[in-house]
């Protein structure tokens, strides 16, 4: 799996330069089988990652440019009556892919964004009391804008926490910036990108990631990190069982990721701050994202981490 993983990683970094850290994150994230939330400025590269890691698997993509006059059977699709067979068809909505990018997600009204609720959760999709599953490997990649938040409707909790993690692009450096110019200053190098993998690479990839070992000491302290933000006089509400078992599933795959076949401290601390930060409940005056995430961190560095030999089962 080594192979793979490097080979998709340096797809992508020919597309999005200086981004390696956030773009392992994301297929991290799908590999666990979960969904990632992108918030930053516009013209970040939100897309072209998304475009890029479904181009480098060789999966179908979809894009929804969500606005407030946008209704649910717009994105799941709707059935319409076909008077060759006189009879109702289904029409099938962009929510029928393999990679999904739900560009400025938060511009879309509730009624709306709750449309993909099902579809992030149950892989499937209800219409007109229908039901048709999704095909899988299925990824939800959201986008939203930190500024213009006039006539945007902020994600309620309850959907901020389906989304495994939440990550921020990030301006680059000035190294990175005229690698960006030089790489595109012919052509867009998106254009001649290769798929590297295949759907069945995939499928096979989030099953190894899903049989990962997790040794018990790493158990209690995915449980002592989240007793952690429950206790803390700096948090109105801490992480549900939904969010630790999310933390771990993100933790097996980005051992995955480094070709581990079981979870240590570090693989926990690389993504604690991308999957707890959104979920937090933050008094009033602390609303950001990012200072959860600056908290998560603060107990990162509080809660002691486990020395074991976490390569075998205990008592084996």
């Known amino acids: 799996m080594k192979e793979t993983i490097a080979a998709i990683l340096h797809n992508v970094a020919r597309v999005v330069i200086g981004k390696e850290k956030e773009a392992s994150l994301a297929l991290a994230a799908m590999l666990a089988d979960g969904h990632v939330l992108l918030e930053d400025m516009p013209g970040t590269g939100k897309t072209r990652l998304a475009r890029a890691l479904s181009d480098s698997m060789g999966l179908s993509f979809r894009r929804i440019q969500f606005t407030p006059d946008m209704l649910p059977a717009d994105i799941t699709g709707l059935h319409v009556f076909d008077r060759q067979t006189n009879s109702f068809v289904l029409k099938k909505g962009p929510v029928f892919t393999h990679i999904l990018l739900a560009d400025e997600i938060n511009r879309a009204t509730p009624r709306t964004q709750a449309g993909l609720l099902e579809c992030m959760e149950e892989r499937q999709v209800t219409i007109d009391g229908e039901t048709c599953p999704l095909e899988l490997p299925y990824f939800v990649i959201a986008t939203q804008n930190p500024v213009e938040t006039a006539g945007t409707f902020p994600l309620p909790q309850a959907q901020l ?88 599933r993100a933790a097996k795959a980005w051992a995955c990721l480094n070709d581990r076949a079981y979870v240590i401290p570090d693989d926990v601390k690389a993504v604690s701050g991308a999957v707890l930060g959104h979920r937090l409940i933050l008094p009033y005056g602390q609303e950001s994202w990012k200072d959860g995430v600056r908290l998560v961190e603060e107990i990162l560095d509080r809660v002691p981490a486990p020395t074991e030999d976490f390569e075998t089962e205990p008592n084996a």
């Open 161 to 248: 926490d389906r989304f495994l993690m939440k990550l921020s692009m990030g301006l680059p450096s000035r190294e990175e910036e005229i690698g960006i110019l030089q790489t595109y200053s012919q052509d867009d190098p998106l254009t001649r990108l290769q798929a590297v993998v295949q759907k069945e690479d995939i499928l096979r990839m989030r099953r190894e990631a899903s049989q990962v070992f997790v040794h018990p000491a790493i158990q209690g302290y995915l449980a002592d990190l989240a007793i952690a933000t429950r206790n803390s006089d700096k948090v109105a509400a801490g992480i549900s069982p939904r969010g630790t078992l999310a933390l771990m």
